[in-house]
């Protein structure tokens, strides 16, 4: 298809014809494709693809002013004297006057000449600036990402009123077209990873991109399969903390989703509103989500082996609890718990795809139906139920990371139930040396602690008052280490 | 990146888990039969050999401004085959190392933890873990230790705090007993179960340079040194006369801890986190012992080779034909001498080695 385009244009040139004929020729049979012809000296061609256009600001902009012509000499004429369009430009490149017909933009010929004037008149569609769903605060700012890449830029150059706030466009895509902007701060970011990762988007061939997680994909240079390596927000506030501290970010147009990176672990321990907290209550916070997480991951494969092999370990009051609670169930403590952990995935996947009304009904169901019926039925122990609701409702001290965790549970629990401690042991080391072993951007994913850079922890778990944090992390590469008076 | 990289910080670390991890499983009983209460002093010599041998270590490592391999420096000073003997050597001795601790964890679970698994089904899980490690770079591993470090060692510190408080000291009067040239003696009969600083020699171009080198390294070994003294003290002095039977250290000491047996055995988990130390220990030496295979047959291997990994893997299967503590009476005794030339001799001579290769390659 895209092959059969080019040899159209290929044919079109060297059949003489000029950019409005060969425009034409492409969108022929096109409904949507407005062309009106005015007369005033030399013709004047307007074209437009209605689906995309804003017909008020087209009569504004474009044909209002056109109606006054008298005598047309060149485009370059018409631009300086007729149109009033805030975004009008000569676009002599003829893969650029398609692209801007595409994204919306009305455009004029001059009969005569191949290059062409560009009006911006898009329309503008998608939904308003509003607080994101994934990541509500308590204090701090509210507004979130849209859709519309324009918004995004605009919710940046709004916090980050410098000349530094720099962006490099990519179209990626080669149906799609998407733009993609790379964000970041001159002098702040390290110029060679800017020029990584340009390059690394310059060399993404794809039919399409339709959110910015695809992209994400591309970047990260391990292709990990666990955890995600780059870091992913809808809040601008948090784009523009990241990048005074030199990361990257990345926009992509029909994407609330900005990239950023390089990411380490730790990110996922902190919540935007930490930043808006006082740094005492923001360390606590931090200490409770990471314990809920290991807690979470561990619990159940920790409960499994102690039940079938190490009962001793558990005191005597607890253990007759179990014993008489689990005494009639007919499945071993391992099938138990992971009869326990599938149901409750099954249930969180079903509630996140149900209508938000019908979701109120299942959990309802879920919990009180399936759990306790199944309790009295005798198929599950009491204590096997709460402590995978407990675990799996520790999952969510960290939501960007519910599905791996889960799945970290779920295998490590199986481990434990075959081979006992030493198993859940040995998992646990196989997943730290599968972190510590990670690399991006020459930022270890489990900085600051391993490698240890004190400098960094000052807003790692604990985090130091904002007037003591002078320096930018040094985990991650940057062009300028003083965060003040530079 | 080179995945194999590692810092002074990372590196002391690494040490200190190293000495402490393993000597807390059969050694004191071992050293309580030898040498009844004056183990501790049998610890004491060996650790005084050991500090020696670490300063010519670092003392090379600081002379190593090329960042030469042990193999390149071997090469050039003893000759190539003389190379490869001191490496065959090192790579007996660390096999040696992990089929030892491998049987002490083997009967820390089978004993302590009533698991009994199969031989081959609790070895081949931390030989597959230590093959991910290779695969995934010495980075990794003293990454993980930098953060385990910290859990660990309070887990020894957990351990040993309620026990110290009940141990009858006085049974480990009059100092002494057994006579220096016994414990002298006794020191260089159990080297095998030191020098564990050894692991050292195979990042040795990886180490990066740093301004204090000693300072940090020695710390951690003196650390090492009083802990692993301590506990081997107040093992002695809790148990007195029984305390050669008692076969897993660590795990006997944990009874004390724990004031009620109602209250559940609470130690074992403090005791699961620190044999982990001993399993990092486990996955150095077979790094170790890959890197030898690799240097004695000047191969480098992109990622972990699973052939040198299934022959060791099937070298560990010798629990299964001979029992552990007659392999140790036995073939470990003919090694001895081999592996203290390795042990003892060969850091003393590698600050003149690593000066002499290193002025070599300047030359080239």
Request: contains cysteine.
């Amino acid at each position: 298809m895209r092959h059969s385009g080019i040899f159209l244009l290929f044919l079109c040139k060297n059949l003489g014809m000029n950019y409005f004929e060969q425009l034409k020729k492409l969108y022929d049979n096109q409904d949507d494709f407005l062309h009106r012809e005015i007369a005033g000296g030399k013709k004047v061609h307007v074209v437009s693809l209605d689906t995309m256009c804003d017909g008020t600001k087209t009569c504004q902009f474009v044909l209002q002013p056109l109606a006054y012509l008298k005598d047309v000499q060149s485009a370059d004429n018409l631009l300086q004297q007729l149109l009033i369009g805030a975004n009008a430009k000569e676009e002599p490149n003829f893969d650029c006057v398609v692209q801007d017909f595409l994204n919306g933009y009305t455009l004029v010929f001059v009969e005569g000449e191949d290059a062409c004037i560009s009006v911006d008149t898009r329309i503008a569609l998608g939904r308003s600036v509003a607080e994101p769903p994934t990541s509500m605060v308590m204090r701090g700012p509210r507004e979130g990402f849209v859709e519309d890449i324009k918004s995004n830029i605009t919710l940046l150059r709004k916090r980050l009123k410098t000349p530094k706030l720099k962006f490099v466009n990519i179209s990626i895509g080669n149906y799609t077209n998407t733009a993609v902007s790379v964000c970041y701060l001159q002098d702040v970011a390290d110029k060679t990873l800017v020029q990584n990762v340009v390059q690394r988007l310059q060399s993404v061939s794809i039919d399409g991109i339709l959110d910015s997680s695809y992209l994400a994909r591309y970047l990260d240079v391990e292709n990990t399969f666990l955890f995600r390596r780059v870091g992913t927000t809808e809040k601008p506030d948090i784009v523009v903390g990241k990048m005074l501290e030199g990361r990257i970010a990345v926009l992509v147009d029909g994407s609330p989703m900005v990239l950023t990176l390089p990411y380490l672990y730790i990110e996922d321990l902190q919540s935007p509103g930490d930043y808006y907290e006082n740094s005492v209550m923001t360390g606590v916070n931090r200490v409770l989500r990471f314990v809920s997480v290991v807690a979470s991951v561990l619990l159940p494969s920790l409960f499994v082996c102690l039940q079938m092999y190490n009962y001793q370990i558990i005191p005597l009051k607890f253990l007759i609890t179990v014993l008489n609670a689990t005494q009639s169930i007919p499945f071993s403590p391992l099938s138990e718990m992971l009869m326990v952990i599938i149901i409750f995935d099954i249930l969180r996947e079903a509630n996140l795809r149900m209508p938000s009304a019908v979701g109120i009904t299942l959990s309802l169901v879920g919990a009180i139906v399936l759990g306790d019926a199944a309790v009295n039925a005798g198929l599950i122990g009491a204590p096997a139920v709460m402590i995978g609701a407990l675990s799996g409702i520790g999952l969510f001290a960290m939501p960007d990371n519910t599905l791996i965790l889960s799945l970290l549970r779920l295998t490590i629990t199986f481990i434990g139930g075959i081979m006992g401690i030493m198993g859940v042991m040995l998992s646990i080391l196989l997943v730290m040396f599968y972190l510590a072993s990670l690399e991006t951007y020459k930022t270890p994913f489990l900085a600051p602690f391993a490698p240890d850079i004190s400098n960094d922890r000052q807003d790692a778990v604990f985090q130091k008052g904002l007037p003591d944090q002078k320096k930018r992390p040094r985990s991650i590469p940057h062009g300028n280490d003083t965060r003040r008076g530079a | 990146m080179n995945k194999n990289k590692v810092n002074v910080s990372q590196l002391s670390l690494l040490l200190l888990l190293v000495i402490t991890g393993g000597k807390f499983l059969s050694l004191p009983s071992i050293l309580a039969k030898d040498v009844g209460h004056d183990s501790w002093l049998v610890l004491c010599v060996a650790f005084l050999w050991d500090a020696v041998g670490l300063c010519f270590v670092l003392w090379a490592v600081k002379l190593n401004k090329n960042r030469l391999g042990l193999d390149d420096i071997l090469n050039v000073t003893l000759s190539r085959l003389g190379s490869k003997l001191v490496l065959a050597i090192f790579f007996v001795m660390f096999m040696c190392r992990i089929l030892v601790l491998l049987d002490s964890c083997y009967n820390t679970f089978a004993v302590t933890f009533d698991v009994n698994t199969n031989w081959v089904l609790f070895m081949l899980p931390i030989v597959a873990v230590g093959a991910f490690a290779i695969s995934r770079g010495f980075n990794s591993v003293a990454r993980t230790a930098q953060i385990l470090f910290a859990v660990i060692f309070l887990s020894i510190v957990a351990l040993l705090v309620y026990p110290l408080t009940q141990a009858k000291f006085s049974q480990l009067l009059p100092v002494g007993e057994a006579g220096l040239g016994k414990i002298v003696g006794t020191a260089f009969v159990r080297s095998f179960w030191f020098s564990d600083y050894v692991f050292i020699y195979f990042v040795l171009e990886d180490i990066k340079p740093q301004k204090h080198l000693f300072a940090p390294m020695l710390s951690s070994f003196t650390v090492g040194v009083v802990f692993t003294v301590l506990l081997n003290a107040v093992f002695v002095a809790l148990f007195g006369s029984v305390a050669q039977y008692g076969n897993i250290a660590m795990s006997k000491i944990g009874m004390f801890s724990v004031a009620e047996s109602t209250d559940g055995r609470w130690d074992w988990i403090t005791l699961s986190v620190w044999l982990t130390s001993v399993v990092i220990k486990i996955v150095i030496f077979i790094f170790c012992a890959y890197k030898c295979v690799e240097k004695i047959f000047a191969l480098h291997f992109g990622k972990a080779n699973y052939l040198v990994l299934v022959a060791m893997a099937a070298i560990l299967l010798v629990p299964m034909f001979v029992p552990v503590n007659v392999f140790l009476n036995s073939f470990v005794r003919w090694c001895l001498v081999p592996f203290a030339v390795v042990q003892y001799l060969l850091p003393l001579c590698m600050p003149i080695f690593t000066k002499i290769a290193n002025g070599k390659q300047m030359q080239t």
